[in-house]
């Protein structure tokens, strides 16, 4: 951890990253997966998803 | 994002999705819209409540959070904590008698009783995802009279990009 600024932070696979704003690999990754976010978000895939996870009325769309 | 025309100066409540990407800084807002976007307590008990559950490991919205190039523990800390910059999460406290009228008297349930209710609250229009965009929220939304409008989830410049590249 010394080695690194404050603002750091380890990932999941060990890899340090920083602070989002100076992260242009991290960027390039998220562009790379957009069409994939998009899809999972407007084809309903992702709230079906949700509604069998919560399960609950109250919280039904 | 794409969808009808909103007036500068008006707040924008959004659904679950919508807020996550928010959180996740994925999401750039239409033009002219101005201000933090606002969810409801209901929508981020929602999305908390999926993020917490184990299915989650494995499912589409795991794959949404590892876009942002984040774990899920982060994800939970950015939607239970939302940086006050890019998601406000409206205190239902002041909500609780119109939440209230609309349970009993139109049979809405909490979520889209605290949608309708923070629209009026912040005079305020509801946009969410396409997934969200039909069902009972929609239905007691326009029998509320609140304008209930899909954000489309473009590419590139206008849709779903990430704010710091």
């Known amino acids: 951890v010394s080695d690194r600024a404050a603002g750091w932070r380890q990932g999941p696979d060990g890899q340090w990253y920083p602070p989002i704003n100076e992260r242009n690999e991290s960027a390039r990754v998220k562009q790379d997966g957009l069409a994939e976010l998009a899809e999972l978000v407007n084809s309903g895939v992702l709230t079906t998803e949700i509604d069998e996870v919560v399960a609950d009325p109250e919280l039904a769309v | ?165």
């Open chain 2, 1 to 165: 994002v794409s969808g009808p025309v909103i007036e500068p100066g008006v707040r924008v409540v959004v659904d679950d999705q919508l807020a996550l990407l928010s959180t996740l800084e994925l999401l750039v807002l239409p033009e002219g819209v101005r201000g933090t976007l606002v969810t409801t307590y209901a929508w981020q008990l929602r999305l908390t409540q999926a993020l917490v559950s184990g299915r989650t490991t494995e499912g589409s919205l795991q794959r949404v959070v590892a876009q942002a190039g984040i774990d899920r523990a982060e994800a939970l800390a950015r939607v239970t904590r939302p940086d006050p910059a890019l998601l406000e999460v409206i205190d239902p406290r002041p909500l609780v008698w119109e939440v209230a009228a609309l349970r009993v008297e139109r049979r809405a349930n909490q979520l889209a009783a605290e949608t309708i209710a923070a629209a009026h609250q912040l005079g305020a229009v509801v946009r969410v995802s396409d997934g969200n965009a039909r069902g009972h929220v929609r239905e007691q939304a326009e029998l509320a009279g609140v304008d209930f409008a899909p954000w489309n989830l473009g590419e590139g410049p206008g849709g779903l990009t990430p704010v710091s590249s």
